[in-house]
């Protein structure tokens, strides 16, 4: 088992950023997928970033540009920096983990955190 918590999140204004932590339990078996998904309120929860234990990273194209994941192995944590944001940025941001590899179903991945609100105003 692994445990997930989140922080980092907030209220912010347009154009600000944040940076999102999740901590991990213990570190993952590779081969392992790690990512962040997010549900915006009357929304499906999707997926935004994620990152593999090669360290290949995928993020949708309605993201690409301003959220950067990134990982600290040695202390597991995952972290998402989120630039330039946007009031549709609004969202309850999730830490997910799964093995083996990737997928972009939040319902693949069994590791889950409860997730961090971000809340960003115009």
């Known amino acids: 088992q692994v445990q997930l918590v989140e922080s980092g999140g907030g209220s912010v204004q347009a154009g600000e950023s944040l940076r999102l932590s999740c901590v991990a339990s213990?570190?993952?078996?590779?081969?392992?997928?790690m990512g962040w998904f997010r549900q915006i309120s009357g929304k499906e929860r999707e997926r935004v970033a994620v990152i593999d234990s090669d360290g290949s990273i995928y993020y949708p194209e309605s993201v690409r540009g301003r959220f950067t994941i990134s990982e600290d192995k040695a202390e597991n944590i995952l972290f998402l920096q989120i630039n330039s944001l946007k009031p549709e940025d609004t969202a309850t941001y999730y830490c997910?983990?799964?093995?083996?590899?990737?997928?972009?179903?939040?319902?693949?991945?069994?590791?889950r955190g409860q997730g961090t609100q971000v809340v960003v105003s115009s």
């Open positions: 997910a983990a799964r093995n083996p590899w990737c997928s972009h179903r939040w319902s693949d991945f069994p590791y």
């Open positions: 213990r570190g993952m078996d590779s081969p392992y997928c």
